[in-house]
């Protein structure tokens, strides 16, 4: 009877753990690794922000003597309304995120006013739910609302640092002009267009509006 008693007491035994393991199973490495990288937020969110900038302006004259050539930095600042979101987790730290905006602003020196559409994808860091570093790609098309044969496009590669609801892009372009002016002028022409070539410089502050996100 006691040897009886014993073999039902370890059978017992077995059984309860058998149980406890059932209802608590094991987590796997990248449920956990997901866990720890932290809740992303929204998925998708709404931006507004401001750009600051500039583009070059190419004036040449050709005349039956030579040709004369001008180029002129034209700096803009331009309000910005967009949606930021992510397309997909690459891996437990790393996202890739894309962001699409509209733009409208002034360009000081001619007083031209621009609207643009610019769209960027790019892979981005994201250690934790409230940091996010990226390096991407971007293209946009700007149109002068005064002077169509002003328009230009662009490609760049942004640089964005996230912290919480806060972003700031720094991004290098390349311009091309989408068209040009020409008249006749002294026996030559006159043309004046966008140039292309590099703008090292623009810097867009966004903020994400997390409330309005989905």
Do not use: K
């Amino acid at each position: 009877m006691r040897g009886r008693a014993t073999w039902a007491m370890l059978l017992l035994g077995l059984t309860a753990a058998t149980g406890v393991n059932a209802q608590e199973p094991a987590q796997e490495p990248a449920e956990r690794d997901v866990a720890q990288a932290g809740s992303p937020g929204p998925l998708r969110a709404p931006t507004v922000g401001v750009s600051i900038g500039y583009a070059r302006d190419h004036l040449s004259v050709d005349l039956p003597s030579g040709t004369l050539e001008e180029t002129n930095a034209l700096w803009h600042t331009r309000a910005t309304l967009g949606l930021g979101y992510d397309v997909t987790r690459l891996s437990p730290a790393f996202v890739l995120a894309g962001h699409s905006e509209l733009g409208f602003g002034l360009s000081y020196e001619p007083g031209d006013w621009l609207v643009h559409t610019r769209h960027t994808l790019q892979p981005q860091w994201a250690p934790n739910d409230t940091f996010r570093l990226g390096l991407g790609l971007a293209v946009a098309a700007h149109v002068n609302t005064g002077r169509l044969s002003h328009s230009y496009a662009d490609v760049g590669l942004p640089l964005t640092a996230r912290l919480a609801f806060v972003e700031l892009v720094y991004t290098p372009l390349l311009t091309m002009p989408l068209g040009r002016d020409t008249e006749p002028v002294f026996g030559g022409e006159r043309s004046e267009r966008m140039a292309v070539g590099i703008v090292p410089v623009q810097l867009d502050l966004r903020f994400r509006i997390d409330p309005l996100g989905w």
